[in-house]
Protein backbone atom coordinates (compact mmCIF):
# COMPACT_ATOMS: atom_id res chain seq x y z
CA UNK A 1 0.00 0.00 0.00
CA UNK A 2 2.90 2.38 1.14
CA UNK A 3 4.61 1.49 -2.21
CA UNK A 4 1.24 2.25 -4.33
CA UNK A 5 0.90 5.57 -2.44
CA UNK A 6 4.69 6.90 -3.36
CA UNK A 7 3.83 5.85 -6.93
CA UNK A 8 0.43 7.93 -7.36
CA UNK A 9 2.34 10.78 -5.99
CA UNK A 10 5.34 10.92 -8.12
CA UNK A 11 3.18 10.34 -11.43
CA UNK A 12 0.88 13.26 -9.54
CA UNK A 13 3.68 15.66 -8.58
CA UNK A 14 5.11 14.82 -12.71
CA UNK A 15 1.55 15.48 -14.30
CA UNK A 16 1.37 18.76 -11.82
CA UNK A 17 4.79 19.92 -13.32
CA UNK A 18 4.05 19.01 -17.45
CA UNK A 19 1.23 21.18 -16.81
CA UNK A 20 2.88 24.27 -15.33
CA UNK A 21 6.03 23.65 -17.37
CA UNK A 22 3.01 23.97 -20.73
CA UNK A 23 1.36 26.93 -18.63
CA UNK A 24 4.16 28.68 -18.54
CA UNK A 25 5.57 28.14 -22.33
CA UNK A 26 2.07 29.15 -23.17
CA UNK A 27 2.07 32.40 -21.87
CA UNK A 28 5.84 33.06 -22.58
CA UNK A 29 4.80 32.56 -26.15
CA UNK A 30 1.32 34.65 -25.59
CA UNK A 31 3.83 37.42 -23.91
CA UNK A 32 5.88 37.30 -27.08
CA UNK A 33 3.71 37.12 -29.76
CA UNK A 34 2.32 40.45 -28.09
CA UNK A 35 5.61 41.87 -28.09
CA UNK A 36 5.87 41.15 -31.69
CA UNK A 37 2.83 42.80 -32.69
CA UNK A 38 3.72 45.54 -31.27
CA UNK A 39 7.15 45.70 -32.76
CA UNK A 40 5.65 45.37 -36.13
CA UNK A 41 3.43 48.28 -35.16
CA UNK A 42 5.80 50.94 -34.28
CA UNK A 43 8.04 48.98 -37.56
CA UNK A 44 4.96 50.01 -39.53
CA UNK A 45 4.34 53.58 -38.46
CA UNK A 46 7.98 53.96 -39.21
CA UNK A 47 7.12 52.58 -43.10
CA UNK A 48 4.28 55.07 -43.40
CA UNK A 49 6.70 58.20 -42.60
CA UNK A 50 9.31 56.58 -45.05
CA UNK A 51 7.06 56.17 -47.65
CA UNK A 52 6.06 59.73 -47.75
CA UNK A 53 9.59 60.92 -47.42
CA UNK A 54 9.67 59.00 -50.59
CA UNK A 55 6.66 59.86 -52.16
CA UNK A 56 6.84 63.69 -51.50
CA UNK A 57 10.74 64.07 -52.08
CA UNK A 58 9.74 62.80 -55.86
CA UNK A 59 11.97 60.02 -55.02
CA UNK A 60 9.26 57.31 -55.92
CA UNK A 61 10.40 56.37 -59.08
CA UNK A 62 14.10 55.86 -57.82
CA UNK A 63 13.98 52.66 -58.88
CA UNK A 64 12.54 51.94 -61.80
CA UNK A 65 12.38 48.36 -61.65
CA UNK A 66 11.39 46.05 -58.90
CA UNK A 67 11.94 44.63 -56.56
CA UNK A 68 15.81 45.45 -57.57
CA UNK A 69 16.99 48.73 -58.18
CA UNK A 70 18.60 48.75 -61.71
CA UNK A 71 18.87 44.74 -61.03
CA UNK A 72 20.87 45.67 -58.13
CA UNK A 73 19.82 44.47 -54.22
CA UNK A 74 21.48 47.61 -53.06
CA UNK A 75 21.87 50.89 -55.74
CA UNK A 76 23.96 51.08 -58.33
CA UNK A 77 27.52 52.91 -57.03
CA UNK A 78 30.19 51.69 -59.63
CA UNK A 79 30.96 54.06 -62.36
CA UNK A 80 30.52 50.83 -65.06
CA UNK A 81 27.45 49.72 -63.20
CA UNK A 82 25.40 53.42 -63.47
CA UNK A 83 26.07 53.27 -67.35
CA UNK A 84 24.77 49.82 -67.66
CA UNK A 85 21.77 51.14 -65.98
CA UNK A 86 21.60 54.22 -67.86
CA UNK A 87 21.97 52.08 -71.42
CA UNK A 88 18.69 49.77 -69.38
CA UNK A 89 16.99 52.76 -68.37
CA UNK A 90 17.92 55.54 -70.79
CA UNK A 91 14.69 57.38 -69.84
CA UNK A 92 15.10 57.26 -66.09
CA UNK A 93 19.28 57.42 -65.59
CA UNK A 94 20.31 56.78 -61.91
CA UNK A 95 19.48 59.43 -59.34
CA UNK A 96 21.55 58.25 -56.67
CA UNK A 97 20.03 60.30 -53.67
CA UNK A 98 16.55 59.40 -54.73
CA UNK A 99 17.27 55.50 -55.58
CA UNK A 100 18.68 55.20 -52.01
CA UNK A 101 15.57 57.04 -50.49
CA UNK A 102 13.46 54.29 -52.43
CA UNK A 103 15.36 51.11 -51.42
CA UNK A 104 15.59 52.48 -47.31
CA UNK A 105 11.73 52.28 -47.92
CA UNK A 106 11.53 48.65 -49.85
CA UNK A 107 13.77 47.42 -46.91
CA UNK A 108 12.25 48.64 -43.68
CA UNK A 109 8.73 47.22 -45.88
CA UNK A 110 10.54 43.88 -46.57
CA UNK A 111 11.32 43.19 -43.11
CA UNK A 112 7.30 44.47 -42.22
CA UNK A 113 6.35 41.82 -44.21
CA UNK A 114 8.75 39.08 -42.92
CA UNK A 115 7.49 40.11 -39.64
CA UNK A 116 3.93 40.31 -40.42
CA UNK A 117 4.48 36.18 -41.47
CA UNK A 118 6.34 35.40 -38.53
CA UNK A 119 3.29 36.70 -36.73
CA UNK A 120 0.38 35.05 -39.40
CA UNK A 121 2.65 31.58 -38.44
CA UNK A 122 2.98 32.14 -35.33
CA UNK A 123 -1.30 32.99 -34.30
CA UNK A 124 -1.91 29.87 -36.44
CA UNK A 125 0.89 27.56 -34.31
CA UNK A 126 -1.00 29.01 -31.34
CA UNK A 127 -4.70 28.68 -32.09
CA UNK A 128 -5.81 26.43 -29.58
CA UNK A 129 -4.44 29.22 -26.99
CA UNK A 130 -7.31 30.85 -24.93
CA UNK A 131 -7.13 34.90 -26.39
CA UNK A 132 -5.04 34.29 -29.39
CA UNK A 133 -6.33 35.94 -32.07
CA UNK A 134 -5.84 34.16 -35.43
CA UNK A 135 -8.10 35.60 -38.20
CA UNK A 136 -6.33 39.49 -37.66
CA UNK A 137 -2.77 38.10 -38.78
CA UNK A 138 -3.84 35.41 -41.38
CA UNK A 139 -5.78 38.69 -42.68
CA UNK A 140 -2.60 40.64 -42.14
CA UNK A 141 -0.34 38.53 -44.33
CA UNK A 142 -2.91 39.03 -47.26
CA UNK A 143 -2.66 42.81 -46.62
CA UNK A 144 0.99 42.57 -46.70
CA UNK A 145 1.13 40.58 -50.11
CA UNK A 146 -1.15 42.98 -52.05
CA UNK A 147 0.79 45.77 -50.56
CA UNK A 148 4.19 44.54 -51.89
CA UNK A 149 2.00 44.44 -55.62
CA UNK A 150 0.76 47.77 -54.85
CA UNK A 151 4.38 48.85 -54.40
CA UNK A 152 5.59 47.14 -57.84
CA UNK A 153 2.36 48.47 -59.88
CA UNK A 154 3.51 52.45 -57.89
CA UNK A 155 6.95 51.54 -59.68
CA UNK A 156 5.83 49.61 -63.53
CA UNK A 157 3.15 51.71 -63.82
CA UNK A 158 4.44 54.61 -63.21
CA UNK A 159 2.90 56.52 -60.21
CA UNK A 160 -1.17 56.21 -61.37
CA UNK A 161 -2.79 58.34 -59.01
CA UNK A 162 -5.23 55.53 -57.64
CA UNK A 163 -2.33 52.48 -57.21
CA UNK A 164 -0.48 55.17 -55.38
CA UNK A 165 -3.29 56.02 -53.08
CA UNK A 166 -4.21 52.26 -52.53
CA UNK A 167 -0.86 51.99 -51.82
CA UNK A 168 -1.27 54.89 -49.23
CA UNK A 169 -4.31 53.13 -48.02
CA UNK A 170 -3.15 49.42 -47.64
CA UNK A 171 0.15 51.06 -45.22
CA UNK A 172 -2.68 53.00 -43.24
CA UNK A 173 -4.56 49.60 -43.00
CA UNK A 174 -1.64 47.54 -42.12
CA UNK A 175 -0.63 49.49 -39.58
CA UNK A 176 -4.56 49.62 -37.75
CA UNK A 177 -4.28 46.02 -38.12
CA UNK A 178 -1.36 45.65 -35.92
CA UNK A 179 -2.45 47.61 -33.56
CA UNK A 180 -6.30 46.38 -33.42
CA UNK A 181 -3.77 43.02 -32.72
CA UNK A 182 -1.95 44.81 -29.94
CA UNK A 183 -5.04 45.80 -28.54
CA UNK A 184 -7.12 42.63 -28.92
CA UNK A 185 -4.07 40.35 -27.58
CA UNK A 186 -3.81 39.03 -24.35
CA UNK A 187 -1.00 41.50 -22.63
CA UNK A 188 -2.91 44.52 -24.12
CA UNK A 189 -2.23 47.86 -23.02
CA UNK A 190 -6.12 48.58 -22.66
CA UNK A 191 -7.80 45.74 -22.25
CA UNK A 192 -11.40 45.19 -24.06
CA UNK A 193 -13.94 45.22 -21.47
CA UNK A 194 -17.79 45.06 -21.48
CA UNK A 195 -18.54 47.50 -24.54
CA UNK A 196 -20.49 50.32 -24.37
CA UNK A 197 -23.77 49.46 -26.30
CA UNK A 198 -24.58 49.86 -29.87
CA UNK A 199 -25.31 53.53 -29.94
CA UNK A 200 -21.77 54.36 -29.47
CA UNK A 201 -20.68 51.13 -31.34
CA UNK A 202 -22.06 52.88 -34.15
CA UNK A 203 -20.92 56.60 -33.78
CA UNK A 204 -17.03 55.17 -33.58
CA UNK A 205 -17.41 53.46 -36.45
CA UNK A 206 -19.26 56.44 -38.53
CA UNK A 207 -15.99 58.38 -37.27
CA UNK A 208 -13.88 55.75 -38.37
CA UNK A 209 -15.18 55.36 -41.71
CA UNK A 210 -15.13 59.06 -42.10
CA UNK A 211 -11.59 59.38 -41.02
CA UNK A 212 -10.47 56.62 -43.61
CA UNK A 213 -12.20 58.32 -46.64
CA UNK A 214 -10.40 61.71 -45.30
CA UNK A 215 -7.20 59.83 -45.33
CA UNK A 216 -8.32 58.56 -49.05
CA UNK A 217 -8.70 62.01 -50.00
CA UNK A 218 -5.18 63.35 -48.92
CA UNK A 219 -3.57 60.36 -50.95
CA UNK A 220 -5.86 61.51 -53.95
CA UNK A 221 -4.64 65.26 -53.51
CA UNK A 222 -0.77 63.95 -53.16
CA UNK A 223 -0.94 61.53 -55.71
CA UNK A 224 -2.67 64.16 -58.18
CA UNK A 225 0.07 66.63 -56.96
CA UNK A 226 -2.81 68.75 -55.81
CA UNK A 227 -1.63 70.05 -53.01
CA UNK A 228 -0.01 73.88 -54.27
CA UNK A 229 -3.36 74.52 -56.01
CA UNK A 230 -5.16 76.23 -53.21
CA UNK A 231 -1.95 78.43 -51.95
CA UNK A 232 -4.38 80.42 -49.42
CA UNK A 233 -6.20 79.35 -46.72
CA UNK A 234 -9.22 79.10 -45.35
CA UNK A 235 -10.19 80.50 -49.09
CA UNK A 236 -8.69 78.87 -52.51
CA UNK A 237 -6.95 81.06 -55.08
CA UNK A 238 -8.86 83.84 -53.57
CA UNK A 239 -12.82 82.53 -53.52
CA UNK A 240 -14.19 80.78 -50.64
CA UNK A 241 -16.02 78.62 -53.86
CA UNK A 242 -13.62 78.33 -56.30
CA UNK A 243 -15.02 76.94 -60.06
CA UNK A 244 -14.88 72.71 -59.72
CA UNK A 245 -15.27 70.51 -62.02
CA UNK A 246 -15.59 66.73 -60.70
CA UNK A 247 -16.08 64.78 -63.46
CA UNK A 248 -12.88 65.25 -64.43
CA UNK A 249 -11.41 65.37 -60.65
CA UNK A 250 -12.38 62.04 -59.60
CA UNK A 251 -11.87 59.81 -62.54
CA UNK A 252 -10.71 56.18 -60.76
CA UNK A 253 -8.67 54.71 -63.77
CA UNK A 254 -6.83 56.69 -66.56
CA UNK A 255 -5.09 54.35 -68.10
CA UNK A 256 -1.36 52.33 -67.49
CA UNK A 257 -0.13 54.01 -70.53
CA UNK A 258 0.57 57.64 -68.85
CA UNK A 259 3.42 58.51 -66.83
CA UNK A 260 2.16 60.13 -64.07
CA UNK A 261 4.84 61.68 -62.25
CA UNK A 262 4.03 65.44 -61.59
CA UNK A 263 0.27 65.13 -62.56
CA UNK A 264 -1.71 65.11 -65.39
CA UNK A 265 -4.95 67.05 -64.56
CA UNK A 266 -5.72 70.60 -65.22
CA UNK A 267 -5.96 73.66 -62.61
CA UNK A 268 -9.59 73.23 -61.69
CA UNK A 269 -9.26 69.45 -61.39
CA UNK A 270 -6.91 70.07 -59.03
CA UNK A 271 -8.61 72.68 -57.38
CA UNK A 272 -11.85 70.85 -56.90
CA UNK A 273 -9.07 67.60 -55.05
CA UNK A 274 -7.94 70.35 -52.89
CA UNK A 275 -10.96 71.70 -52.62
CA UNK A 276 -12.69 68.54 -51.40
CA UNK A 277 -10.19 67.15 -48.98
CA UNK A 278 -10.93 70.60 -46.83
CA UNK A 279 -14.13 69.97 -46.97
CA UNK A 280 -13.55 67.01 -45.92
CA UNK A 281 -11.77 68.06 -43.09
CA UNK A 282 -14.10 70.48 -41.71
CA UNK A 283 -16.35 67.64 -41.93
CA UNK A 284 -14.01 64.90 -40.05
CA UNK A 285 -13.14 68.30 -37.27
CA UNK A 286 -16.98 68.69 -36.41
CA UNK A 287 -18.21 64.91 -36.39
CA UNK A 288 -14.93 63.53 -34.31
CA UNK A 289 -14.49 66.84 -32.56
CA UNK A 290 -18.18 66.75 -31.63
CA UNK A 291 -18.20 63.56 -30.74
CA UNK A 292 -14.98 63.38 -28.44
CA UNK A 293 -16.54 66.51 -26.68
CA UNK A 294 -19.72 64.54 -26.27
CA UNK A 295 -17.72 61.42 -24.75
CA UNK A 296 -15.94 64.36 -22.23
CA UNK A 297 -19.44 64.69 -20.74
CA UNK A 298 -20.81 63.21 -17.27
CA UNK A 299 -22.52 60.08 -17.63
CA UNK A 300 -20.18 58.78 -20.47
CA UNK A 301 -18.55 55.21 -18.97
CA UNK A 302 -14.77 56.84 -17.32
CA UNK A 303 -12.63 54.89 -19.87
CA UNK A 304 -14.16 56.90 -22.78
CA UNK A 305 -14.01 60.30 -20.84
CA UNK A 306 -10.23 59.70 -20.20
CA UNK A 307 -9.76 58.94 -23.91
CA UNK A 308 -11.66 62.01 -25.22
CA UNK A 309 -8.50 63.78 -24.91
CA UNK A 310 -6.58 61.84 -26.95
CA UNK A 311 -8.66 62.26 -29.76
CA UNK A 312 -8.83 65.62 -29.65
CA UNK A 313 -5.45 66.63 -29.68
CA UNK A 314 -4.84 63.89 -32.58
CA UNK A 315 -7.31 65.82 -34.62
CA UNK A 316 -5.98 69.41 -33.55
CA UNK A 317 -2.74 68.22 -34.41
CA UNK A 318 -3.75 66.76 -37.75
CA UNK A 319 -5.82 69.67 -38.62
CA UNK A 320 -2.93 72.15 -37.79
CA UNK A 321 -0.37 69.97 -39.57
CA UNK A 322 -2.59 70.22 -43.03
CA UNK A 323 -3.02 73.98 -42.61
CA UNK A 324 0.96 74.38 -42.07
CA UNK A 325 0.95 72.47 -45.68
CA UNK A 326 -0.84 75.25 -47.28
CA UNK A 327 0.20 78.39 -45.31
CA UNK A 328 3.96 77.30 -45.47
CA UNK A 329 4.10 75.74 -48.97
CA UNK A 330 4.57 72.20 -48.18
CA UNK A 331 7.85 71.62 -46.32
CA UNK A 332 8.86 68.26 -46.76
CA UNK A 333 8.89 67.82 -42.79
CA UNK A 334 5.57 69.09 -42.11
CA UNK A 335 4.22 66.86 -45.32
CA UNK A 336 5.72 64.01 -43.66
CA UNK A 337 4.31 64.60 -40.35
CA UNK A 338 0.68 65.15 -41.57
CA UNK A 339 0.73 61.51 -43.09
CA UNK A 340 2.34 60.63 -38.97
CA UNK A 341 -0.39 62.49 -37.97
CA UNK A 342 -3.26 60.99 -40.15
CA UNK A 343 -1.41 57.86 -38.71
CA UNK A 344 -2.14 58.74 -35.02
CA UNK A 345 -5.77 59.75 -36.08
CA UNK A 346 -6.95 56.54 -37.76
CA UNK A 347 -5.41 54.97 -34.66
CA UNK A 348 -7.38 56.88 -32.22
CA UNK A 349 -10.45 56.00 -33.61
CA UNK A 350 -9.28 52.54 -33.94
CA UNK A 351 -8.64 52.40 -30.20
CA UNK A 352 -11.95 54.03 -29.76
CA UNK A 353 -13.77 51.93 -31.90
CA UNK A 354 -11.71 48.94 -29.18
CA UNK A 355 -12.69 51.00 -26.43
CA UNK A 356 -16.43 50.88 -26.97
CA UNK A 357 -17.02 47.42 -28.83
CA UNK A 358 -16.16 45.34 -25.61
CA UNK A 359 -14.35 41.78 -25.67
CA UNK A 360 -17.01 39.51 -24.28
CA UNK A 361 -17.22 36.13 -26.49
CA UNK A 362 -14.99 37.73 -28.82
CA UNK A 363 -11.75 37.50 -28.03
CA UNK A 364 -11.23 34.77 -25.38
CA UNK A 365 -9.24 35.82 -22.21
CA UNK A 366 -10.22 38.76 -22.68
CA UNK A 367 -9.87 41.16 -19.26
CA UNK A 368 -13.64 41.86 -18.22
CA UNK A 369 -13.41 43.93 -15.89
CA UNK A 370 -14.12 47.90 -15.69
CA UNK A 371 -10.98 50.47 -16.48
C1 LIG B 1 -8.76 65.21 -40.36
C2 LIG B 1 -8.03 65.89 -41.09
C3 LIG B 1 -7.06 65.44 -42.13
C4 LIG B 1 -6.58 64.19 -42.45
C5 LIG B 1 -6.92 62.85 -41.81
C6 LIG B 1 -5.67 64.35 -43.56
C7 LIG B 1 -4.95 63.33 -44.16
C8 LIG B 1 -4.11 63.49 -45.22
C9 LIG B 1 -3.33 62.45 -45.84
C10 LIG B 1 -3.28 61.00 -45.38
C11 LIG B 1 -2.65 62.97 -46.87
C12 LIG B 1 -1.76 62.22 -47.85
C13 LIG B 1 -0.35 62.64 -47.69
C14 LIG B 1 0.56 61.94 -48.65
O1 LIG B 1 0.14 61.22 -49.54
O2 LIG B 1 1.71 62.06 -48.46
C15 LIG B 1 -3.00 64.37 -46.93
C16 LIG B 1 -2.51 65.26 -47.86
C17 LIG B 1 -2.72 66.62 -47.82
N1 LIG B 1 -3.49 67.30 -46.90
FE1 LIG B 1 -4.54 66.51 -45.41
N2 LIG B 1 -5.62 65.69 -43.87
C18 LIG B 1 -6.45 66.38 -43.03
C19 LIG B 1 -6.66 67.74 -43.01
C20 LIG B 1 -6.09 68.65 -43.85
C21 LIG B 1 -6.32 70.07 -43.82
C22 LIG B 1 -7.21 70.81 -42.84
C23 LIG B 1 -5.59 70.60 -44.83
C24 LIG B 1 -5.46 72.04 -45.25
C25 LIG B 1 -6.28 72.97 -45.06
C26 LIG B 1 -4.88 69.53 -45.48
C27 LIG B 1 -4.03 69.67 -46.55
C28 LIG B 1 -3.40 68.64 -47.21
C29 LIG B 1 -2.56 68.82 -48.36
C30 LIG B 1 -2.18 70.13 -49.00
C31 LIG B 1 -2.12 67.54 -48.74
C32 LIG B 1 -1.21 67.17 -49.91
C33 LIG B 1 0.18 67.00 -49.37
C34 LIG B 1 1.15 66.54 -50.42
O3 LIG B 1 0.90 66.46 -51.61
O4 LIG B 1 2.24 66.24 -49.98
N3 LIG B 1 -5.21 68.36 -44.85
N4 LIG B 1 -3.88 64.65 -45.92
Not at 33 to 45: D, I, Q, S
Not at 256 to 261: A, G, K, N, R
Not at 333 to 362: C, F, I
Request: charged share 15%; glycine share 12%; proline share 6%.
Amino acid sequence: MAGNDVVVDVSGSIATNRADVIGARDAAGGAGFHRLARFAAVLAFAVILLGAWVRLSDAGLGCPDWPGCYGHLDVPAEPHEVARANAIYPERPVETHKAWKEMIHRYFAGTLGLVVFVLAGWALARRQQPGQPVAVPVLLAGVVILQALLGMWTVTIRLNPTIVMLHLIGGFTTLSLLWWLVLRSPGSPLPATAGSGRRLAWLAGVGLVLVIGQIMLGGWTSANYAALHCPDFPTCQGDWLPPLDYGEAFVPWRGSELDFEGGVLDNTARVTIHFTHRLGALLVLLYVGGLALWLRRPGQPSRLRRFAPVLLAALALQIGLGISNVVFSLPLPVAVAHNGGGALLLLSLVTLNHLVHGGEGKGRGMSGEEA
